[in-house]
T-cell receptor
Framework: SQQGEEDPQALSIQEGENATMNCSYK?????LQWYRQNSGRGLVHLIL?????REKHSGRLRVTLDTSKKSSSLLITASRAADTASYFC???????????FGTGTRLLVSP | DTGVSQNPRHKITKRGQNVTFRCDPI?????LYWYRQTLGQGPEFLTY????????KSRLLSDRFSAERPKGSFSTLEIQRTEQGDSAMYLC???????????????FGEGSRLTVL
């Protein structure tokens, strides 16, 4: 079963706009990761934030983590049509046995 | 190619038949995972191996499912007596755990899509 929920389920924006996706989870974590999946393809790791971190940046990506609210957000700035994909958050349990994925946000960026 | 490789990419079978999927992980990775993903959903954990040992199995993995990683390298996932509900994308991922690499970042293959008629 999924660890958490992502919000919104779908997001449609224009190129150049920012896209924000939210993830909520249920249990304690060691880290939280975001992955991207193009239609019909495998998942690609984007960024990882540890439970003792609050914010992390990588290129046009900004991730925040609020462990008190058990939530995270992914911000993609200056979006491009090539950013069109599904985005999933995944939580690593203490001990890193496995990643548990959320339900995903489908992002559509129109030229 | 240093990525995770999965074969076959697509499999169409009739209900009741057996199917087997193969995953070749990144060579130095000691962990290998199988996930299942249905349309519009996130990947659901099935099982994982640390080297050749199968350390955890989800309750989603019924008796008809079996996974092996005989020499700690490639892995196979077999589904016996397939049912229409088994139709899904089966994703394999690998990771390197130990030393400084304890992040749990997964490297995924392109998946094997199963359609059961």
């Amino acid at each position: 079963s999924q660890q958490g929920e992502e919000d919104p389920q779908a997001l449609s924006i224009q190129e150049g706009e920012n896209a924000t996706m939210n993830c909520s989870y249920k249990t304690s974590i060691n880290n939280l990761q975001w992955y991207r999946q193009n239609s019909g393809r495998g998942l690609v790791h984007l960024i990882l934030i540890r439970s003792n971190e609050r914010e992390k940046h990588s290129g046009r990506l900004r991730v925040t983590l609020d462990t008190s609210k058990k939530s995270s957000s992914l911000l993609i700035t200056a979006s491009r049509a090539a950013d069109t994909a599904s985005y999933f958050c995944a939580t690593a349990s203490p001990g890193f046995q496995k990643l548990v994925f959320g339900t995903g946000t489908r992002l559509l960026v129109s030229p | 190619d240093t990525g995770v490789s999965q074969n076959p990419r697509h499999k169409i079978t009739k209900r009741g038949q057996n199917v087997t999927f193969r995953c070749d992980p990144i060579s130095e990775h000691n962990r290998l995972y199988w996930y299942r993903q249905t349309l519009g959903q996130g990947p659901e954990f099935l099982t994982y191996f640390q080297n050749e040992a199968q350390l955890e199995k989800s309750r989603l993995l019924s008796d008809r499912f079996s996974a092996e990683r005989p020499k700690g390298s490639f892995s196979t996932l077999e589904i016996q007596r397939t049912e229409q509900g088994d139709s899904a994308m089966y994703l394999c991922a690998s990771s390197l755990m130990g030393g400084m690499a304890n992040t749990g970042e997964l490297f995924f293959g392109e998946g094997s899509r199963l359609t059961v008629l």
